[in-house]
T-cell receptor, first 111, second 117 residues
Framework: EDQVTQSPEALRLQEGESSSLNCSYT??????LFWYRQDPGKGPEFLFT???AGEEKEKERLKATLTKKESFLHITAPKPEDSATYLC????????????FGAGTQVVVTP | GAVVSQHPSWVICKSGTSVKIECRSL??????MFWYRQFPKQSLMLMAT?????????EQGVEKDKFLINHASLTLSTLTVTSAHPEDSSFYIC?????????????FGPGTRLTVL
């Protein structure tokens, strides 16, 4: 069974204080690791898809990396508008396209 | 591109009534859509996979007679919560699958907040 564990559960940062979120996973044949951002009361917003170990993707202050066992979402010099819950999800070979989500990391960036 | 809408954004109903939630892909065709529910401070729980022109596939523990899913066209899937009760109150979110097999991505709608009194 595919499993995703995110850490920490919550993260409080000062504006400009860079940090990383962790997503550890076990999956039968990775067919994609996904990062989403979710604001309160809204649906998740797609950020990145990573397919193979060593792959990296960037978008503004966010950078996602992938190894065979985990993914990191690095937030560089965050701003208050980066406050959100960040969700990690995996899709395995036998998942029929379904995603297995982690519990998320709630990030609060204070001015 | 890849915009998914949901209607209504929130609904309040009395216990015992049925509620229909619509999920539309606005600028693309989606052969597969997914329905999730989310409780406060919890992650998304997949309820069912909706395929255009065929019956939905429900996850273990989800009552298919209570949560009716219809995917009548390539841009519309509906979730009907039948005989709703207070325990059905939740945040319901749909997603649509975009892209080829193995490289597809799910894009999510804004969600529907259901409150059953």
């Amino acid at each position: 069974e595919d499993q995703v564990t995110q850490s920490p559960e919550a993260l409080r940062l000062q504006e400009g204080e860079s940090s990383s979120l962790n997503c550890s996973y076990t999956v039968s044949g990775l067919r994609g690791l996904f990062w989403y951002r979710q604001d309160p009361g809204k649906g998740p917003e797609f950020l990145f898809t990573l397919y193979s170990a060593g792959e990296e993707k960037e978008k503004e202050r966010l950078k996602a990396t992938l190894t065979k066992k985990e993914s990191f979402l690095h937030i560089t010099a965050p701003k208050p508008e980066d406050s959100a819950t960040y969700l990690c999800a995996v899709r395995g070979t036998d998942s029929w396209g379904k995603l297995q989500f982690g519990a998320g990391t709630q990030v609060v960036v204070t001015p | 591109g890849a915009v998914v809408s949901q209607h209504p954004s929130w609904v309040i109903c009395k216990s015992g009534t049925s509620v229909k939630i619509e999920c539309r892909s606005l600028d693309f065709q989606a052969t597969t859509m997914f329905w999730y529910r989310q409780f406060p401070k919890q992650s998304l729980m997949l309820m069912a996979t909706s395929n255009e022109g065929s019956k939905a596939t429900y996850e273990q523990g989800v009552e298919k007679d209570k949560f009716l899913i219809n995917h009548a066209s390539l841009t519309l899937s509906t979730l009907t919560v039948t005989s709703a009760h207070p325990e059905d109150s939740s945040f319901y979110i749909c997603s649509a699958r975009v892209g080829g097999v193995g490289t597809d991505t799910q894009y999510f709608g804004p969600g529907t907040r259901l409150t059953v009194l």
